[in-house]
């Protein structure tokens, strides 16, 4: 990804949150943020998906939960370099949002 692009899509990912902060509704929305990984563009003379490289096996995934994660004092989320599997999100969503017992 070339930094046109990643500067394009922070400054979309900005407005939407500066949006849900508008409406108040920050505090309760999920935000994920999920891509497919890498393709191989000629690194490793490759050209596909299908390889144990860094490039074929990175992907990123960013949650907000609110109540969760949290800014640290100069106003960033922590960032975790962790295994993740994209079968996960639901799941994470879904215990964030269920009533507890006592809801109920």
């Known amino acids: 990804m070339c930094i046109r692009d990643s500067s394009h899509t922070d400054e979309l990912i900005g407005t939407i949150l500066s949006a849900l902060r508008s409406r108040g509704d920050s505090n309760n929305t999920i935000v994920v943020l999920v891509s497919d990984h890498g393709w191989h563009l000629g690194e490793q003379s490759m ?5 144990l ?9 960013v949650i907000k939960l609110p109540g969760v994660t949290t800014p ?3 106003g960033a ?3 975790k370099d962790a295994f993740t599997e994209h079968v996960d ?7 964030y ?4 017992p006592r809801d109920s």
Not at 47 to 51: E, L, M, N, P
Not at 53 to 61: G, K, Q, S
Not at 97 to 100: R, V, W
């Open 47 to 51: 050209w596909a998906k299908c390889t």
């Open 53 to 61: 490289f860094d490039a074929a096996l990175r992907a990123p995934l």
């Open 72 to 74: 640290d004092a100069g």
């Open 77 to 79: 989320v922590v960032a």
């Open 89 to 95: 999100i639901f799941p994470t969503c879904l215990l």
């Open 97 to 100: 949002t269920s009533p507890s």
